[in-house]
Every structure is written in C-alpha cells, then in structure tokens.
C-alpha cells in the first residue's frame, strides 16, 4: 500500500503539475483534495504542453482514476471548458477517468462577483486573488449556507438553496458592495443543466479512495497552491481559503490520517510569490527580474508576473515540520544556470537573535531579515544531467545544504520542465 502527498513548499507554482505526471506512472489513482481552479498545473509530455486548473494531472494518462475530492470547491462552468480543453488536445474524460465527490461544494456565479467586488473593497489592502471566486465559495461552506454537488442531482433541492442564497447574496452585492444583482432563473437553468452533465462523474470519492488504499493500489494526493498559502500556517490574510499543508489532504478526501505513507515537498530551487503579501528574500532587483525572464515566472491562471527571490530554507523548514514531509524534491535548479553567486537564506535576524522559523505575525516577519549563505553557481549543462552523478559539483553543494538545513532528504531533482528531466534521488 502506498497512499503519497505531492505539496507545494513555498508560495505555489513549484511544479507540482510536473512533479504528480512524473510520479503518476507508479500510480493508480490521483486525488485533488483542496483548492479549485485557482491553481495552474503545468505538463511537459514530449513537445506537448497541458495546463490544468481543477482536473487532476493523472488525467493525461489513460489508465489512472482522477477524483476531485469533497474538499475542492467546484466551477462547473470551468469544469466544462477544462474538459473541452482537453478533449480538444486528444486527452480523454470520461466518468471511468474522473470522479467528483458529491460533497464537494459549487463554485456560483455570485462567488465571483462576491470575490471581484471584495477585492475592489480593500482598496490597497487587496489580498490579489485569481477571481475565481474560491474565498467567498469556502466562507459559504463554513456559514454552513454552501451549495454541494450532491445538492445539484436533486432540483428542487438545488432551486431552494439557491433562491435563499441569491436573495441574500443580490442584497449584499447592491446595497453594501454596490454592484448589480444577478438573475436568478438565469442562474438555476444554467446550473440545472451543468447537473445533467456532472451527474455521471459524481460519487462517494472517499469510499473510491478508501478502498483503493485497501487493495494495495497507489493513490497520489496532488496538493494545489503551497505551505505559505495555507489558511492557517500561510502569510494570513494573503493566503487562499483552504489548507494546503498535509491536513488538508485527510479532511479534503475522507481518509484517516493512518493511511498516508509518504509526504513530498515540491520547493523550486528559488523562490516565487504571486499576489501580495510578504516575501523576506524577495529580489527586486535586476537578479530578480533575470530569474523572471530566465524562470519563465508568469502566472498559467492570471497571467501576472510572479516575483522572484532567493531559496528561503527557513520556508522549507517550516513546511518540513507542519506537513510531516519525508522529502523534498527540488525543481528548476536549470534556471539559476549561468549565476556567478547564488544566495539561501538560513535563518531571520529578529529582535537580536536568529530564528529558523516562520513568525505568524506580519509585523514581525516585517522586521525578519534574512541572513543568507553563498554559493557558488553551475553552468547550463545542468539540464543535460539525467543522474545526480551528472550534476555539476556546485549544484549537488546547493542540493546538500537544503537537505543538511532542513533535515529532510531530497528524493527528486528536476533540471527542465519536460517528464524525462527528472531525477530520482533517494526514496519518497
Ligand atoms: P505548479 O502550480 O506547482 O504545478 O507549477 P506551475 O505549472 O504553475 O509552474 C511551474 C512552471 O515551471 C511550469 O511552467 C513548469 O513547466 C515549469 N517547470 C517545472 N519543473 C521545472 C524544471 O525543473 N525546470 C524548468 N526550467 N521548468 C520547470
Ligand atoms: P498553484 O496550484 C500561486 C494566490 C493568489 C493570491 C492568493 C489568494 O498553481 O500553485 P485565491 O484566488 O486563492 O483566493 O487567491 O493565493 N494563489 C496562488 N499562487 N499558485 C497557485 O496555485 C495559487 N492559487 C492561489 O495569487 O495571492
Ligand atoms: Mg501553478
């Protein structure tokens, strides 16, 4: 039995969509369990490129069960393009290839609008979220006010939740937020009709993935965003609306937490942010637009420039411990490529002392100031190496010290975005 996690480490975006292709071929099911079409998994297969936001990555492959588990909040609307998308591209979906847990909650057109109103809002205080209207769908299901994907299968069900919840959301979009209401009838046939299509992909997913464990089969939990966006060890408020860390893959698909045998932590071998919120080692400077141009660090669902700094190992530290990770593998070493000096950074001076963990307090981390270690930089033949053996001296230096600063192997090295530019290390 093997029931493994792939999370991200740091602000998101590290390659995890790389990361579950590769790790996907020993595998039999793969699990989404928190986050929604907020995400951006990137898939090199050959000269294809595949960009999935709420569909599992398994799904490339045709033999693997993909399942959106009840803890992913779900935008039939997206749902059906991403679909389109990818039958488009030869990539079939089929109810054999992907099931939606019946107790995942709907995105609703009014999430949206709720999001982009809030947003305008804060004024500068905006938190910078995709739009996708994650945040306000999560709030619901704590109000306990949320619409599910079981809700949908039965109309009359589905009709008097929505009318109560548009008859509350409309007041609050116009009188308080001061934008126009939305169209009710609109509303209930568009989603009426996305039921019909949903219905053949809806199941009890934990019972799939229970006994999927049970029967020795391989189940991969592929985590979206990262440990610093977690809603409660993340940079709160400028966080999403869910846990990204290991707990959440236990809530967000309904198995205990005895199942899981492994943990990987995806950390690129920089250090990327998009939206606001604090960064200690970001660059904001002509390395970090170098790193930018170099990295390719441009958002796959908004389009935003990412911002770029140094490796913070005090980050991948933190995430070690929240998430329990039994290793770390390390993506886009080929990036830092051709730099003369690169810089990690091992620990904050606060407050007169040096700290090696993340403060929760903004203020604080505001204060934080990286003490960084350098390193020497490798060449491009980087990319070429296909066995740790191969990588250039310098590189497994930088390789070693993560592992020796955070206590955790590194079982993966990544050197292109492609599946055959991966190396296995060390055990999962
Ligand atoms: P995710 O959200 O964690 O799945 O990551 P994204 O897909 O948003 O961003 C990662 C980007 O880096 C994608 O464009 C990947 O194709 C690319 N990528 C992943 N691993 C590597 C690597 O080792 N080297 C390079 N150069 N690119 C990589
Ligand atoms: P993947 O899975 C990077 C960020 C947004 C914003 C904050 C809140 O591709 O790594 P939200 O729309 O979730 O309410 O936005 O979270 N964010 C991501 N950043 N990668 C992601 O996903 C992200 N998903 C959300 O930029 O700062
Ligand atoms: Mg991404």
């Known amino acids: 039995m093997s029931a493994f996690i792939v999370l991200g480490a740091q602000w998101g975006d590290e390659g995890k969509g ?25 898939v090199e297969v050959g000269d294809k490129q595949y960009k999935l936001h709420l569909i599992p990555s398994g799904i490339l492959y045709d033999d693997k069960v993909n399942v959106i588990g009840n803890g992913v909040v779900v935008d039939p609307k997206a749902l059906f393009e991403e679909i389109e998308y990818l039958e488009g591209v030869g990539v079939k979906v089929t109810p054999e290839k992907l099931m939606i847990s019946d107790r995942a909650q709907l995105i609703m057109p009014y999430h949206k609008t709720l999001d982009r109103l809030k947003e305008k809002a804060r004024g500068k205080n905006d938190i910078g979220t995709t739009g ?4 306000p769908c999560y709030t619901d299901k704590f109000e306990r006010c949320g619409i599910r994907v079981c809700d949908l299968m039965h109309p009359e069900v589905f009709e008097e939740k929505l009318r109560e919840n548009m008859e509350a959301k409309n007041l609050y979009i116009t009188k308080v937020l001061g934008g126009e209401a939305e169209n009710f009838e609109e509303t209930l046939k568009m989603y009426l009709e996305f039921g019909k299509k949903l219905k053949p992909f809806v199941k009890d997913t934990s019972v799939k993935v229970y006994d999927s464990i049970k029967e020795d089969k391989n189940v991969l939990f592929e985590g979206a965003q990262g440990m610093l966006l977690d809603i409660d060890y993340g940079t709160y408020p400028y966080v999403t609306s869910s846990n990204t860390t ?3 893959v236990v809530s967000g698909s309904g198995v205990g937490p005895t199942m899981i045998t492994n943990a990987v932590g995806i950390a690129k071998a920089y250090t990327t942010r998009v939206g606001k919120g604090p960064f200690p080692t970001e660059l904001l400077d002509e390395t ?20 770029c700094g140094w490796l913070d190992l005090v980050i991948l530290k933190t995430t070690v411990r929240v998430s329990g990770l039994t290793s770390l593998a390390v993506t886009k070493i080929d990036t830092l490529a051709g730099l003369d000096k690169i810089k ?3 620990g904050y001076e606060f407050n007169g002392e040096v700290i090696d963990y993340f403060p929760a307090s903004l203020e604080d981390l505001a204060e934080c100031k990286p003490v960084y270690e350098e ?19 310098n590189a ?3 390789i070693e010290r993560i592992e020796e600063f955070t206590g955790t192997r590194i079982s993966i090295v990544s050197v292109g975005p492609k599946r055959d530019q991966t190396m296995r290390v060390k055990e999962l």
């Open 288 to 307: 970090g637009d170098w790193i930018r141009e170099k990295g390719h660090e441009y958002g796959v669902t908004t389009g935003r420039s990412r911002r």
């Open 396 to 398: 497994k230096k930088y």
């Open 246 to 248: 290991a707990g959440g």
């Open 375 to 393: 390193f020497d930089g490798w060449d491009e033949s980087v990319a070429d190496a296909r066995s740790y053996e191969e990588l250039p001296e």
């Open 344 to 346: 990690v950074c091992v």
């Open 132 to 135: 996708k209207g994650i945040g």
């Open 18 to 42: 790389k990361m579950t292709d590769y790790l996907a071929e020993d595998a039999d099911v793969v699990v989404r369990f928190q986050g929604g079409n907020n995400a951006g998994h990137t």
